[in-house]
């Protein structure tokens, strides 16, 4: 099978993700991969973040051996100590209290795994986040107006969690919101899926 033959997997059900790779205009299906996303004792944020990103690809990888995976994994970074999503409202208020007048880190890895072609890479993107000193009443208005209880730090940058925020810090803009997509681009184009050849005129 050539490689412009091969199906393009997202292996993730995050709808963020979705939305991002599909500013690559390329059609690519999408499968839940069955990964157990604890993190490992004493892992830091890094580690955990490639991790699951490779673990993600392969999980998919394994059940389309002649597609193209692309897992993706988030860890929000405070000092070293990883953030997850925080899943309801009391759990994002307190993470939103002890990111306030802080930099986060936001560690986002991405992985392209084909079984078929045995290619396998990832790649890390680093996003330094400032969060204002919020207010208590800051908080809860935001996270009443947004709700953004599956995203990791609870915020979201490109709706109205900008407001949270004094800086961010970054080469790969769109890695904050859950896909780093210059990254992306660059491990499909070495897998072999030439993006832009791709495109009909």
Do not use: W
């Not at 580690?47 to 490779?54: G, T, Y």
């Not at 690809?57 to 394994?62: D, H, N, P, R």
């Not at 389309?64 to 994002?92: F, M, T």
């Amino acid at each position: 099978m050539s490689i412009a033959q091969r199906a393009l997997i997202l292996g993730s059900t995050s709808r963020y993700r979705r939305e991002l790779l599909q500013r690559l205009r390329v059609p690519f299906d999408v499968v839940s991969p069955d990964v157990d996303e604890t993190p490992l004792t004493g892992e830091a944020p890094q580690a955990l973040a490639v991790r699951l990103a490779l673990a993600k690809a392969k999980a998919v990888a394994i059940l389309h051996p002649n597609a193209v995976v692309i897992g993706s994994d988030q860890v929000a970074d405070l000092n070293g100590e990883p953030l997850g999503k925080p899943g309801n409202h009391a759990r994002a208020v307190l993470q939103l209290q002890r990111m306030r007048g802080q930099t986060v880190v936001f560690q986002t890895a991405v992985s392209v795994v084909c079984v078929a072609s045995n290619f396998e890479q990832t790649e890390l993107a680093q996003i330094k986040v400032r969060f204002r000193d919020l207010s208590d009443i800051e908080i809860e208005a935001y996270l009443r107006a947004e709700e953004p209880y599956d995203c990791a730090g609870s915020a979201k940058s490109e709706g109205l969690g900008i407001a949270l925020l004094d800086a961010i810090d970054s080469d790969d803009p769109t890695a904050l919101i859950g896909l780093p997509m210059i990254r992306t681009a660059r491990l499909l184009r070495a897998a072999g899926i030439d993006l832009l050849g791709a495109m009909k005129p």
